[in-house]
C-alpha cells in the first residue's frame, strides 16, 4: 500500500505537466504497460499505466475525506493537478488500448469518476470559506469547480442530453444541483471583490490578467449550468428541488450575478455582461419548465416571496441602466432581451405586478417621454440593428487548470480554452418592442374587472 501510494503520488507530481501530446508519447513508449518517466531533477521513475487508470480518482478521491491540511494551498494545488491528470488521460484514451479498457470501458472506474465528481462539488460548496482573502486559493476552487464538472463531458459524453440523463439516473443528482449552485456563488462572489480594484489605472493593476481567468472560468461553470438546464427533463428536475427554487438558491445565484459592478475595462464590462445575460437565461429557462410552476416554487413562503421581489428589482436595475443607454458602446441585446422576457413573465403573475409598477413606471415614463424621432429610432424603427451572437464556450479544461497551476502562460492557452462564438444571430430590436407592448399590456390589465371595465380603463 505504501509503495502505490508513493507511486501515485509521483505519477500525479510529474506527470500533470504533461500535454496530451507528450503524456501519449510516454504511453505509448511503455514497455509491457510500464511506462519509463523522467522526473523533474532528472532522474528516473517507474509507472504502471494500469494503475495509474484505475487507482487515480481513488487518490483524488482521498483528497476529500475530512482531515486537517496544514496547507489549504497546497492541497487545492495536489486536488487539480490530480484533476488535470485524469482529463488528459480521459482526452488520450481512445488512442491507447489500455487506458480505454480502464477509463472507457470498466463501468466501476466510471461509477467511481461520477461519485468523484459529485464529492469534489459537494467538497467545494462547503469550503467557500477557505478561500476568502487569497487571490491563489480563489483561482484555485474556481478551477477545481469547472473542472469537475466539465470532467463529466470527459465520462460521458459532449452530448448535453446524455450528460444530463446519466446525472437524471443518479440518486444524488438533487444534491449535485444545490451544491453545483452554492459553489458557483462562491465563485461569483469572489469575482465581485476583485471587480472593483479594475477601476483604477490598468498600469496599476497587477492582478488583471488573474481578473481575466477567473471570469472565464467563472462562466465556463455557469455556462455548464445553463447548457444542462436546457434540457427539458433536467430543468424540470430543478424547479422540483425545494432546496434551490424553494428556498431561493438559484435565485441568490441570480441576485448575486446580477449586482456584479461595472468597471471601466470595456473587455471586462463585456463579459460581466454575458455572466448577466448567461444567468438570466438559466431563469428563463426554469420559468418555461412544465407541470411545476417556479414562480410557484419561488413563491410558496413568506421569505421566498420577498427575494423574488428583491430579484425583480435587480432584474429592473439592468432594464433601467440599458434603457438610460449606460452601456451604448458595449452588446446588450440578449441581456436586455433576457430582462425584458423575465419582466414580462412578472408583470403576468398577480403576486409580482406591484414590484412591476412600483420599480418600472420610472423608468416607462422616461421611455415616453423622449423625443418623438428619439422614440421612434429606438422604439419603432425598421432599420435593422446589428445581430448579436450568443457567447459560447468551448471549455478546455487542461488548458486552464494548466494555466491556474502555473505550467503554461495565456500567450499559449488556446483561444478556445475560454471562449468561441459559435451561438446564432439574434435581432433583437422588433423583439425588444414586441416584449414592452406585452409588459404594458398585462400591466394595465386587472382580471379582478370585468371587459367593459377593462375598456374604460
Not at 463585456?270 to 417556479?294: D, G, H, R
Not at 434603457?323 to 409580482?352: C, V, W, Y
Not at 446564432?424 to 400591466?443: D, E, F, G, H, W
Amino acid at each position: 500500500m505504501k509503495n502505490y501510494q508513493l507511486d501515485l503520488y509521483l505519477a500525479v507530481k510529474e506527470l500533470h505537466v504533461l500535454s496530451s501530446k507528450d503524456l501519449g508519447k510516454l504511453i505509448s513508449d511503455a514497455e509491457n504497460g510500464i511506462a519509463k518517466c523522467v522526473k523533474q531533477d532528472g532522474s528516473y521513475f517507474e509507472i504502471d499505466v494500469e494503475i495509474l487508470a484505475r487507482h487515480l480518482v481513488k487518490y483524488i478521491m482521498e483528497h476529500l475525506a475530512p482531515s486537517k491540511v496544514d496547507d489549504e494551498q497546497q492541497h487545492f494545488r495536489s486536488m487539480l493537478s490530480g484533476l488535470r491528470l485524469l482529463h488528459t488521460l480521459c482526452d488520450i484514451a481512445c488512442h491507447h488500448s489500455t487506458l480505454a479498457r480502464v477509463l472507457v470501458e470498466d463501468t466501476s472506474v466510471q461509477d467511481e469518476m461520477l461519485n468523484l465528481i459529485f464529492r469534489m462539488i459537494d467538497f467545494l460548496s462547503q469550503s467557500g470559506e477557505k478561500i476568502s482573502g487569497s487571490s491563489q486559493m480563489v483561482l484555485l476552487y474556481s478551477a477545481l469547480l469547472s473542472s469537475s464538472m466539465y470532467l463529466l463531458k470527459a465520462l460521458i459524453s459532449s452530448e448535453w442530453q446524455d450528460i444530463t440523463r446519466v446525472l437524471l439516473a443518479h440518486s444524488k443528482v438533487d444534491k449535485f444541483t444545490t451544491t453545483a449552485f452554492t459553489a458557483l456563488r462562491v465563485v461569483i462572489n469572489s469575482l465581485q471583490a476583485k471587480l472593483p480594484d479594475q477601476h483604477i489605472d490598468p498600469r496599476m493593476r497587477p492582478n488583471a490578467n488573474e481578473v481575466y481567468c477567473l471570469y472565464h472560468l467563472c462562466e465556463s461553470s455557469l455556462e455548464f449550468l445553463q447548457s444542462a438546464c436546457r434540457q427539458k427533463l433536467f430543468r424540470k428536475r430543478v424547479v422540483k428541488n425545494k432546496e434551490l427554487c424553494g428556498e431561493g438558491g438559484v435565485l441568490q445565484l441570480v441576485q448575486d450575478t446580477l449586482k456584479l459592478s461595472q468597471c471601466e475595462d470595456p473587455y471586462l464590462t463585456n463579459t460581466v455582461y454575458w455572466l448577466k445575460s448567461k444567468v438570466l437565461s438559466i431563469m428563463l429557462l426554469l420559468c418555461e419548465a412544465e407541470s411545476t410552476s417556479f414562480l410557484e416554487m419561488a413563491s410558496s413562503t413568506t421569505q421566498s416571496k420577498e427575494l423574488v421581489k428583491t430579484t425583480i428589482f435587480e432584474v429592473l436595475q439592468v432594464l433601467k441602466m440599458m434603457f438610460d443607454g449606460d452601456l451604448k458602446d458595449h452588446p446588450r441585446g440578449l441581456l436586455q432581451l433576457n430582462a425584458m422576457r423575465l419582466t414580462e413573465i412578472f408583470s403576468a403573475d398577480s403576486r409580482f405586478k406591484i414590484s412591476i409598477i412600483l420599480h418600472f413606471t420610472e423608468v416607462l415614463t422616461r421611455v415616453f417621454l423622449q423625443p418623438q424621432r428619439e422614440f421612434l429610432s429606438t422604439w419603432c424603427s425598421n432599420d435593422h440593428e446589428p445581430n448579436e451572437e450568443e457567447n459560447v464556450m468551448d471549455f478546455d479544461s487542461i488548458s486552464a487548470a494548466g494555466l491556474v497551476l502555473g505550467l503554461i502562460s495565456k500567450s499559449h492557452v488556446q483561444h478556445s480554452t475560454w471562449h468561441n462564438i459559435q451561438g446564432s444571430p439574434t435581432p433583437y430590436a422588433y423583439q425588444r418592442s414586441s416584449l414592452l407592448v406585452k409588459i404594458l399590456v398585462n400591466l394595465a390589465y386587472d382580471p379582478d374587472l370585468s371587459e367593459g371595465e377593462q375598456s374604460t380603463q
